[in-house]
Structures are given as structure tokens and as C-alpha cells.
């Protein structure tokens, strides 16, 4: 099993920057990927970002990247998603979660473990 805890979300303004932290616990076979999936009020979730955690490999929804960043701390065991630029349309609840096998590193039906989730609000 995997636990994992978000933090860093918040109240930022338009072209500010924020940093996500999702702390993780409990076995490393169950983390082959870790990602970011982000739901805005009334919409679906949606994926942001993935990486896979021992090879560090990323991957971005077209829409983040060159903003988004993520990467991870192994030493750490935490994981991170540097969001700069940030626009209205970036408000959402901000999602960790962890993906235990080697395919779908950005499909949500394959990450079996979630975070609570961390607000992020973009004020224009």
C-alpha cells in the first residue's frame, strides 16, 4: 500500500508561482509512476503531470508544460510539482497519486492510490 499526503496549495495571484510537495509512504513496488491530477469546480479530473519514480522519466499534459515542472526526491521520498505562470484556469484541487504499474503513467484508471488533495487558487 501507498500513502500519500499533499501540501503547499494555496491562494496565489496570476503569474505567481507555486510548489506542491506529495509526501509518500508504504511500499515502493506500488509507486512505478507518481502524478499530479488537478479538478476544478463542476469538472472532471484531469491529469497534469506524471514521472516515473526510479527512472525519473516526466511526462505533461499539453497544457502545462513549459510551466509545470515535476520531479522527485527519492532520498525524500516526496515528489514535486513547481507550477510557474499561473493563470485563473489553474484553480483546482490538486491531486497526488501513485501508480503501481508500468503502463498508463497518464491515464487516472491506473493510479490506484490518492492523496487527500491540496487547493490552489489563482486570483487575476
Known amino acids: 500500500q501507498v500513502q500519500l499526503v499533499e501540501s503547499g496549495g494555496g491562494l496565489v495571484q496570476a503569474g505567481g508561482s507555486l510548489r506542491l510537495s506529495c509526501a509518500v509512504s508504504g511500499r515502493t513496488r506500488s509507486r512505478y509512476a507518481m502524478g499530479w491530477f488537478r479538478q476544478a469546480p463542476g469538472k472532471d479530473r484531469n491529469f497534469v503531470a506524471s514521472?516515473?519514480?526510479?527512472?525519473?522519466?516526466?511526462y505533461y499534459a499539453d497544457s502545462e508544460k513549459g510551466r509545470f515542472t515535476i520531479s522527485r526526491d527519492k532520498s525524500k521520498n516526496t515528489v514535486y510539482l513547481q507550477m510557474n505562470s499561473l493563470k485563473s484556469e489553474d484553480t483546482a484541487v490538486y491531486y497526488c497519486?501513485?501508480?503501481?504499474?508500468?503502463?498508463?503513467?497518464?491515464?487516472?484508471?491506473?493510479?490506484?492510490?490518492w492523496g487527500q488533495g491540496t487547493q490552489v487558487t489563482v486570483s487575476s
Open positions: 497519486a501513485a501508480n503501481p504499474s508500468m503502463v498508463g503513467v497518464t491515464t487516472m484508471d491506473y493510479f490506484d492510490y
Open positions: 514521472i516515473t519514480w526510479s527512472a525519473g522519466n516526466t
